[in-house]
């Protein structure tokens, strides 16, 4: 249904969905972090927690955003189809 | 108005008519030229409720004295930061999940209304939480003391895509141009 115009855009708001929730939990990790200084054992099971979000939600993200490739890849242009791909490896690079 | 781009420039014009008009245009909102003046009002937002709700009102309450007489400056700045990257975070997530999620399942399309009878349309929702999501990431390269090389990268191409993204949509022919300009952007932001 959707115009290939408007693919891009959609493509980058569901990326800039997940992005929204990867970078959700660090920041409520580092706000306990920063108000429960002493109570260690909760700082290690609350950064645990966050690094599990992180790897599930990563694993989640990689899945759809590669369904979502081969979903739409016949559609592409070419310089979708060489762009896209190099921004993808570009910000999981970032994300390490 | 008999010049070809008049129409594609002044989309406000068909506000109120056919919805069929619109759709036909291909774009993903009506407001799509006006996302500048959207960024605007939002940075302003965040910029006032950074000093006078959470600086000043939210954080001494929610907080001991001790709590954070205890940060150094920069800690306490990007403390700061963390409450704001949150809350806009939160904001995001409840008004943006649900327009982009109907529309990825094909159950509506950007020019169908938010809710039955709405002028607000679902792709107006997007455009606006783009632009929201900019002002957030802005307001962090701002206002932070300190910010590690590889989150500097992050930020800045992830408000160079967004945006070019939007610029995108609303005009097709500069499509192609458009990605390698986002590219180039990008690879010069790393």
Redesign the interface.
Known sequence: ???R??D???L???A??F???A??WP??A??FY??H?SNHGFLARLFYATMWLEMVGTLVETVVMMALFGLLWQEW?L??KI?TP??HV??SC??L | MDHPRANTLTPMVTLGQSKVQYSSR???SQLTPYTGLILTATTIIVALARFYLLQNAILPRA?SSN?LD??SGL?RR??IN??M??SL??V??TT??YP?FA??T?KA??SSPLSPGSKVTAGDM?II??QI?TAMYIFELSFRDEISP??C??HI??IV??QA??A??FD?KH??DA??E??LC?LWG?
Request: hydrophobic share 55%; charged share 10%; net charge neutral.
């Open positions: 249904m959707n115009s115009v408007e891009g855009f959609l980058t708001s569901c800039g969905a992005d929204v929730i970078e959700l920041h409520i580092m706000i920063r108000t200084d242009s310089s979708l762009a190099m921004l570009l910000f970032a994300q | 291909n774009s993903i907080y709590t205890k940060m800690q990007s403390f963390h409450h990257a949150v975070k939160i995001l997530l943006a999940i982009l529309i990825l094909g399309l950007p997007l939480s783009s999501f590889i989150s990268a992050h191409g992830t895509i967004a993204a939007v995108m949509s097709a499509k192609r990605l390698w986002i590219l990008f790393e």
